[in-house]
Nanobody, 125 residues
Framework: QVQLVESGGGLVQPGGSLRLSCAASGFTLVYYHAIGWFRQAPGKEREGVSCISSNDGNTYYAGSVKGRFTISRDNAKNTVYLQMNSLKPEDTAVYYC?????????????????WGQGTQVTVSS
């Protein structure tokens, strides 16, 4: 079965770093047009954090994370990563990875077809 599994979340102090991983099974990530990271904080809508094209490596970052987060992929490992630096309390959320098999217009959750179960990231002193 197609499955995406996130890992790497946890509790970190403001200014700290985490690296999230999204491992795919049942399919090859490079066969999909784009892979993305999304997050949802309590009481808030799910938002696109960062997305990457499987073909040309073009990336998107939400304005709130530009300069702090970096998305990357390792096709050999069938894994996508999200390096998160200079974390802020407002980054606290459940982070999800997702894949889409057709060209997305933007890094929006409704465009994505396959989803992981999420990993909790908590930024707090």
């Amino acid at each position: 079965q197609v499955q995406l599994v996130e890992s790497g979340g946890g509790l970190v102090q403001p200014g700290g770093s985490l690296r999230l991983s999204c491992a795919a099974s049942g399919f090859t990530l490079v066969y999909y047009h784009a892979i993305g990271w999304f997050r949802q904080a309590p009481g808030k809508e799910r938002e696109g954090v960062s997305c990457i094209s499987s073909n040309d490596g073009n990336t998107y970052y939400a304005g709130s994370v530009k300069g702090r987060f970096t998305i990357s992929r390792d096709n050999a490992k069938n894994t996508v990563y999200l390096q998160m630096n200079s974390l802020k309390p407002e980054d606290t959320a459940v982070y999800y990875c997702a894949a889409v098999n057709s060209p997305p217009a933007m890094c929006a959750s409704y465009e994505y077809d396959y989803w992981g179960q999420g990993t909790q990231v908590t930024v707090s002193s």
